[in-house]
């Protein structure tokens, strides 16, 4: 009877091997497949080109292979944290990905600022005695007013429209050189001795004024009258579409039509819209091209599409002039007109007149 033979050595060795490799690959396969598994499933399960949100992106180098474009594309759309060397805050902001060179633009304003309460009453008289005192006070002091001193003509210029004519703000240098530029915003008023004074004086004059009968009219060399009014809004588009040549306008869309990009001087007697123009000029930023402002309020009344208690009222009134003061404005001259009633919000009270004229100069002016 023949014996059974013992298995070979080598035999072992071979099976060993191959169930090694086996291994090996399966090691291989599983380290792939996690490796794609870590890209976006969506990104590797559609057909075509990766989809894009809309903007810039960083395009592929020539040469560049195709999955050296794709990551770059795919951090340049990452939401990573900045290294605290790069000078990033730590966390994604929008616009992050914007071109170099392009300043980022601000965001809109939607309301101002309201200041703290004058007290903690909240009430009527605390608010008018601040509000009060604030613009009865100069907050810089200007030691040449008005343009009688620069005047070529007879006509004296009437009070109490008043410039600051002293040397560092520029303005009295550019009446000089017959390069400034004057906007009034009126209603039908027939005093137009300050604006006749400025185009005398070698100054571009632009009058604003829905009662004149023509849309342009140049009155003289340096003057002109432009059938238009100047509002916080601009007119709605479906009225703009049924009257395309309405006569209402923002006083930024009124720069922009007529090309300016600075005014040395704004003057303006809205008949108690000045509050809403105004509001509107500090939320547009327009406020950065104006060198001075000569604006009459009136207080008998809270004014146009300004409601609430009466303290909330003058609070609103004192936030918006703080809103100048922040914005580097300085008031330099305070008229009070005693020929117009002394009403206060319909009330007599601080031997307070309804109508004062304030100006201010912008101290960053160049």
């Not at 810089?140 to 007013?145: D, L, P, W, Y």
């Not at 006083?251 to 008949?271: M, P, R, T």
Request: proline share 8%.
């Amino acid at each position: 009877m023949a014996r059974e033979r013992p298995p070979r050595r080598g035999c072992g060795t071979l099976r060993r091997c191959l169930l090694g490799a086996a291994l090996l690959l399966g090691l291989r396969l599983c380290a792939d497949l996690r490796r794609v598994g870590s890209g976006s499933p969506a990104r590797s399960a559609l057909p075509g080109p990766a989809w894009r949100p809309p903007g810039p992106h960083l395009q592929p180098a020539p040469g560049s292979p195709r999955g050296a474009s794709r990551r770059q594309v795919t951090y340049v759309r990452s939401g990573r944290r900045a290294p605290p060397g790069d000078g990033g805050s730590g966390t994604p902001e929008p616009g992050c990905c914007a071109p170099r060179g392009r300043p980022r633009r601000k965001g809109p304003r939607w309301h101002i600022d309201l200041q703290p309460w004058a007290g903690p009453a909240q009430s009527l008289d605390e608010e008018a005695w601040r509000f009060l005192r604030y613009i009865s006070t100069a907050q810089i002091a200007c030691n040449h007013m008005n343009t009688d001193s620069l005047a070529t003509d007879s006509s004296p210029t009437h009070k109490p429209w008043s410039v600051c004519l002293d040397d560092r703000f520029n303005l009295a240098h550019q009446i000089r050189n017959k390069q400034c530029r004057l906007y009034s915003l009126g209603l039908g008023s027939d005093d137009t001795h300050f604006e006749v004074s400025m185009a005398n004086n070698g100054c571009e004059v632009h009058r604003f004024d829905p009662s004149v009968k023509s849309a342009h009219i140049l009155e003289s060399q340096h003057l002109w009258y432009h059938r238009l009014s100047i509002d916080w809004r601009d007119p709605h588009p479906a009225v703009a579409a049924q009257k395309p040549h309405s006569n209402t306008r923002k006083l930024g869309s009124i720069l922009n039509e007529f090309g300016h990009h600075k005014i040395d001087v704004l003057k303006a007697d809205l008949e108690s819209a000045e509050w809403k123009v105004l509001e509107n000029l500090i939320l547009e930023d327009v406020l950065e091209r104006i060198g001075q402002l000569i604006f009459e309020i009136h207080l008998h009344w809270p004014g146009f599409e300004v409601s609430g208690s009466d303290s909330s009222v003058v609070r609103f009134w004192y936030s918006l002039l703080k809103e100048l003061e922040q914005k580097d404005f300085r008031l330099f001259h305070s008229y009070k007109d005693l020929s117009k009633p002394q009403l206060f919000l319909k009330k007599d009270i601080f031997n307070a007149s309804s109508c004062y004229t304030l100006s201010w100069v912008n101290t960053r002016w160049k």
